[in-house]
């Protein structure tokens, strides 16, 4: 066997130190399609066929227990899961065999020859087997049928029929007694009710290639099977979801992804690492796609290694799996479904198998390591390797960020920031018109004459003839008052409530052919503003019931709607080039910026910094404008505007890109602003430095067409780091949940379908769940802490668009259009739906009721 070479790759890890190649053997004949095992401690292969061998890491190379017992070759091995006692399953065309290593052992030592248990005979070609948690049961897959095995009696309990093809892999569920599941070649899976021989529930048809591994997460509670192109496939096993669909992976384009961020991140230094199998070893010229096919699946357990060893993989999201594949070994996340670190057996000179052809992975807990069992694909050798995952993690992740970025603002703004010159300016300003306001009292105040004596004018003397007196002493009774204080009063936040899901008022926004574009809910939650492809801007009540206000002066689409933290203060932006900001009392334009702001259309607005500042982009920039408005107006020259905005810093996007998002928190002080590209990234901007100060590369299969920030609620308080996390959505490509702290995904969502059409999503504002909208008439609700949807809301007859949550009371809004063909004329009307609970909106349903209120208006 060769050293392991000492090769380094960029950020100082060694190679050597990742894996290390422990024991290499040849067999008479190939074991490429042959179930192998592995234990803490042991590693089990057929030698020569027919015999069992079990090599122990303690024991010297040259110490290898053999077992005989069949007389056909073995085509699958498996250990239990009890170290003591501990068995192991060895089954071929003749017998099905239970061994006791203990006992094996003991005779060995006596120069005795170890004889196991014959519990299965002539069940035909056994591709899989595997033992129940208590070591009770054992199943046998052979052909199309899988048969439970009593150990003890050595009888058949049940023989379960269903597959239409050879079953590949078969599992016990480890919180469900009785509960079994099986994959097969006829590319679907199955969940048997092994104590009764029942079936259970039947998947349709998953992909177009054999179903070959299978894998139960306890902890996710969720499904995971792969296929022989390379796909795996995901499912929630929990209550009430019905084995419904997580999230479906191709395991080819996420290692592409992730050697394309290490690329970027200046990771992969060496030739040999930068360049994944399917190119490394083709000639000038020369193409061809290798696929990934899933030989197998196990849990890797990063949660005992240290934070430090894994660099910027924390404990918290250490929901990971190893995936053992014919090129490499991948560290799969679960939870944002992304590869970790990838294993290629070419990189590493000193392994003696370039292409497995079957594998076996466990882990030990004691030097928290992982054994690999790798069987080649052609030939006979067999391989033990021992691999570091921390290492592995440590080697590839990528460096963390020179600065710690933070949503709330947590320095002082320094005197070179944009801010810092925003506010200083306007304090200046203040300050001159105060003392202007001074100069002009003090002139106010002086003499006009200089006489000794000046006989009074009469101004002071009690008048002749009293023409009027105001009634001062007249007592209130606080009708008024009382009114404005109990409408003041805000009641918090219901943290612990449920997901609000009962359909509430509905009304159609427009009654041509309009869409609604974009809403927002203003931070009282009482008032909401949704902006119109007709050029209009509405804003309703929060119950969705009276005519709504009416702002309307714009020449394209509404494509941004913004309120003010004060509540004053509309902010729309279309696709005319202009940006308004309207009073919201009046509807009252206040403030216009024209077409000179920018070659190109707005794409985002709104007001920052507790509304110190607009931003808005546009193209490939964002500009930081600072914005006086002056609502008095001259009755001679009444169409001029006294209201204005300056120009304080202008910032392009790396690489000049397009932005596509825009997002900022104005509820209270923060320097980081988020832009997405069209080069399908997410640009960290810093206003305190003015500077850019991070990208995320490759943040999704396509570029991101909206940004969401947890900016919280004024009725309810968040902890302060759940402030840096934001969500971002593409098309196709679900939802995903990142953390500003490291720039890492946390979690990915794409359980709702959005394949054509970009769909909204929004934050709670407890921080505890997200909505998004879907293409197939729903909106769905998801847990930060679990990456299938809680809730499905319907009601919808079309593709929900928008989704904003309601700031100081449990709704949610959502947005659709309604299509139908009347008079054979074709309209689509945009819809507001809005979702309550009963218990904390007594009195809006006591108006409602369970009916559907719609209201049509023309605006």
């Known amino acids: 066997m060769e050293n392991p070479q000492d090769i380094f790759s960029s950020n100082g890890g060694c190679l050597s130190d990742i894996v290390i190649e422990k024991y290499l053997v040849e067999s008479k004949e190939s074991v490429s399609h042959v179930q192998l095992a592995c234990s803490m401690q042991d590693c089990a292969f057929p030698l020569d066929g027919t015999e069992l061998c079990i090599w122990n ?33 060895s089954a071929s065309l003749d017998y099905v065999i239970m061994w006791n290593l203990d006992e094996c052992r003991e005779k060995v030592l006596q120069g005795l020859v170890p004889r196991g248990t014959v519990v299965g005979s002539l069940l035909g070609k056994v591709l899989c087997l595997q033992l129940s948690p208590d070591d009770h049961v054992v199943a046998v897959c052979a052909g199309n049928k899988v048969f439970t095995l009593d150990i003890e009696t050595q009888a058949v309990q049940a023989e379960l029929q269903g597959h239409l093809g050879p079953v590949t892999a078969v599992e016990f569920c480890p919180w469900q007694a009785g509960t079994l599941i099986s994959v097969s070649e006829d590319r679907g899976f199955k969940v048997w009710d092994h104590c009764t021989g029942s079936l259970i529930y039947s998947s349709s048809v998953l992909s177009a290639y054999p179903l070959l591994s299978l894998f139960i997460d306890a902890e996710s509670r969720q499904l995971v099977t792969g296929c022989a192109d390379g796909q795996l496939w995901i499912f929630s096993l929990m209550d009430g979801h019905h084995y419904r669909r997580v999230a479906r992976v191709d395991l080819r ?8 961020r290490r690329l970027k991140s200046g990771l992969c230094s060496q030739p040999e690492e930068s360049q994944l199998p399917s190119t490394s070893v083709l000639g000038k010229g020369e193409q061809v796609e290798v696929t990934f096919p899933i030989l197998r699946l196990a849990p890797c357990d990063l949660s005992l290694i240290p934070n430090s060893a894994c660099g910027c993989l924390s404990s918290e999201n250490t929901q990971c799996m190893w995936i053992g594949s014919s090129v490499g070994l991948f560290i799969f996340n679960l939870a944002n479904l992304e590869v970790e670190a990838a294993l290629y057996y070419r990189d590493f000179q000193s392994l003696s198998i370039p292409l497995a052809g079957s594998c076996a992975l466990r882990n030990r807990t004691a030097d928290r390591k992982t054994l690999c069992l790798l069987a080649s694909l052609f030939g006979g050798k067999i391989a033990v390797l021992e691999i570091d995952p921390a290492a592995l993690v440590r080697a590839q992740q990528c460096p963390g960020l020179r600065q710690s970025l933070s949503v709330p603002a947590s320095s002082c703004v320094l005197p070179t920031s944009p801010l810092y010159l925003g506010i200083a300016k306007e304090k200046s300003t203040k300050a001159a018109s105060g003392r202007r306001c001074a100069a002009r009292n003090v002139t106010k105040d002086q003499r006009l004459v200089f006489h000794s004596k000046v006989r009074s004018s009469g101004y002071a003397s009690a008048p002749h003839v009293t023409m009027f007196s105001p009634k001062t002493n007249i007592k209130s009774e606080g009708k008024g008052s009382s009114r404005r204080r109990s409408s003041c009063v805000w009641e918090p936040y219901p943290v612990e409530c449920a997901v609000p899901t009962k ?11 309009t869409r609604v574009c974009c809403l927002q809910y203003s931070g009282d939650g009482q008032w909401l503003a949704c902006g119109l492809s007709n050029h209009l801007s509405l804003v309703f009540g929060a119950r969705l019931t009276g005519t709504p206000a009416v702002f309307s002066g714009h020449d394209g689409a509404v494509n941004t709607v913004c309120w003010s933290q004060d509540r004053r203060w509309l902010l729309s932006a279309a696709q005319d080039g202009t940006l308004r900001v309207w009073s919201a009392r009046g509807a009252e334009l206040a403030l216009l910026l024209g077409r000179d702001m920018s070659s190109k259309p707005i794409q985002s607005a709104q007001f920052y910094y507790i509304d110190a500042f607009i931003l808005l982009s546009s193209g490939p920039e964002f500009q930081l404008l600072k914005y006086h408005i002056d609502t008095c107006k001259d009755e001679v020259k009444r169409y001029k505007q006294k209201s204005k905005s300056k120009l304080i810093c202008r910032l392009s996007t790396t690489g000049a890109v397009d932005v596509t998002s825009l997002s900022a928190v104005n509820d209270f002080y923060s320097h980081i602003v988020l832009a997405a590209g069209r080069n399908r990234t997410v640009e960290v901007f810093d206003l305190n430095a003015g500077c850019s100060a991070a990208v995320i590369a490759e943040a999704h299969s396509r570029p991101v067409h909206q940004i969401c920030q947890n900016k919280g609620s004024s009725f309810t308080t968040q902890q302060p780091q759940a402030y840096n996390l934001f969500l971002t959505t593409a098309i196709g490509d679900g939802m995903r949940l990142w953390d500003l702290r490291t720039l890492r995904c946390e979690r990915h969502f794409e359980g709702h379908p959005s394949r054509g059409y970009p769909c ?7 921080g505890q769940f997200a909505a998004c909208g879907a293409e197939d008439r729903h909106a769905y609700v998801y ?33 659709w259009y309604f299509s139908g063909i009347p008079w054979s004329l074709y309209k689509i009307f945009a819809y507001i739906i809005l979702y309550l609970r009963r218990k904390h909106l007594k009195s809006t349903i006591s108006r409602t009721g369970n009916r559907e209120e719609r209201l049509h208006f023309t605006g």
């Open 253 to 260: 384009k996420k290692t592409e992804t992730f050697s394309t």
């Open 57 to 89: 890491t303690k024991s010297p190379s040259h110490q290898l227990l053999i077992l005989r017992g069949h007389h056909q070759p073995i085509t699958a091995i498996a250990f239990g899961n009890k170290v003591n006692p501990l068995l192991i399953c």
């Open 760 to 766: 909204g999503i929004a934050f709670s504002p407890c």
């Open 503 to 513: 359909p509430g008022p509905q009304v159609a926004a427009a009654p041509t052919c």
């Open 783 to 815: 847990e930060m802490g679990s990456s299938t949807f809680s809730h499905r809301l319907a009601g919808h007859t079309d593709t929900v668009t928008g989704v904003a949550f309601n700031p100081s009371t449990p709704q949610i809004q959502t947005l």
